[in-house]
């Protein structure tokens, strides 16, 4: 039987003799290693191939170094609220608005336009503003009472020091105190 056409040949792969089994590759296969159950490299668990790597941080790093997630107000509906009806404190670089807080501890948010900057420029400004609030501004809100503070970095907040942003944010904060709220 002949059914190659005009222009195709009829090809047959070599069929093996007699007692041998012919050898089909899988695509997992690993070329480098020869074919057998004994040269197999051996099985590693999981916490074998932990060994290997470094340790950065032997302790677990706790929580308490970020700004917790109940002190913050993120939600738009929130920040709309407060710029309405807070009160506002002005400093050089920061508005500062504040008003008494729905939930039964302090808050604080932040809001820092772009102002043209880099994301590079926005991202110190906003690490630095919720820092001072996490360090300094959210204890002493927190033995006062319950009170929401919202912060707006200005356009000339980007060129000032870590510490003019805290000490004006405290001035803010003692201006607020002083009229009582």
Do not use: C
Not at 121 to 145: F, Q, T, V, W, Y
Request: net charge positive; charged share 40%; hydrophobic share 35%.
């Amino acid at each position: 039987m002949d059914r190659a056409g005009r222009d195709e040949a009829d090809i047959q792969a070599p069929q093996p003799q007699a007692g041998q089994q012919a050898r089909v590759s899988r695509p997992d296969e690993d070329a480098r290693w020869a074919e057998g159950p004994e040269s197999a490299p051996p099985a590693r668990t999981r916490s074998d191939r932990r060994v290997d790597r470094r340790e950065v941080a032997v302790e677990p790093r706790g929580r308490e170094e970020g700004l917790p997630r109940g002190a913050r107000i993120g939600r738009s509906t929130e920040i709309r609220a407060l710029l309405e009806r807070g009160k506002r404190e002005r400093t050089k670089h920061l508005d500062v608005f504040y008003a008494a807080s729905p939930a039964s501890h302090s808050r604080l948010g932040l809001i820092v336009p772009k102002h043209g900057r880099r994301i590079v420029d926005r991202n110190l400004l906003k690490r630095r503003l919720r820092e001072i609030g996490r360090r300094d501004l959210l204890p002493k809100l927190r033995a006062s009472g319950s009170v929401d503070v919202l912060v707006r970095a200005r356009r000339s907040a980007y060129e000032v020091e870590y510490d003019t942003l805290k000490r004006e944010m405290l001035d803010a904060l003692e201006a607020v105190w002083s009229r009582g709220s």
